[in-house]
Every structure is written in structure tokens, then in C-alpha cells.
């Protein structure tokens, strides 16, 4: 089973960046779908975005055009590039993959 351990969180203001990290353990990292998903105060967990293995992504609507996934398969990771950030996107950000879930980094987006 895949080991996830996210960084990256933090406060930013809106109209800021911050890069999220997920480091996954495993010696078959490069056969898992990835993905990051969030959870917003007395909201579901919902999909952000997600890569597969052979590298093709998909987005949120919420978030195409400002946030992009991506992977390095060497290092065993994955990040998450989020742009324009706007408040709404305050949220626990969880890394998924591998059936497995990491333990979420928060990102707030406040003035």
C-alpha cells in the first residue's frame, strides 16, 4: 500500500500562488492514477484534479485555467500548481492515490 505525505499549505492572499507537494512511497508509483481532492468546512470532499499514469490530467471546472497537476514518476511525487487563488478555494487539500489518502495540508485564501 502507497504511503502520501502532503506539504505545501498555507495562508495566501487572494490573487496569490502556492505549490502543493505530495511525496508517495511504493516501487510502483508510476502505475497509480494520482489525485488531489479538497474538503471545505461543512462541504463533501471533491475532486480538484487528477493525473493518470500515462500522463493525461482533468480538472475541476472550479479551477481550470488557474491550478495545474503534475508528477515527477523519479522522485515519486506529485504537485499541484494553484494560481489566482481565491477564497473559495480555502479547503483541505488531500493527495490520493494508490487507494490510499494522504493526511491533507490546509490552504487558506483570505485578505
Known amino acids: 500500500q502507497v504511503q502520501l505525505v502532503e506539504s505545501g499549505g498555507g495562508l495566501v492572499q487572494p490573487g496569490g500562488s502556492l505549490r502543493l507537494s505530495c511525496a508517495a512511497s511504493?516501487?510502483?508509483?508510476?502505475?497509480?492514477?494520482m489525485a488531489w481532492y479538497r474538503q471545505a468546512p461543512g462541504k463533501q470532499r471533491e475532486l480538484v484534479a487528477a493525473?493518470?499514469?500515462?500522463?493525461?490530467?482533468n480538472y475541476a471546472d472550479s479551477v481550470k485555467g488557474r491550478f495545474t497537476i503534475s508528477r515527477d514518476n523519479g522522485k515519486k511525487m506529485v504537485y499541484l500548481q494553484m494560481n489566482s487563488l481565491k477564497p473559495e478555494d480555502t479547503a483541505v487539500y488531500y493527495c490520493?492515490?494508490?487507494?490510499?489518502w494522504g493526511q491533507g495540508t490546509q490552504v487558506t485564501v483570505s485578505s
Open positions: 493525473i493518470r499514469s500515462g500522463g493525461s490530467t
Open positions: 490520493y492515490g494508490g487507494y490510499s
Open positions: 511504493g516501487s510502483i508509483f508510476s502505475l497509480y492514477d
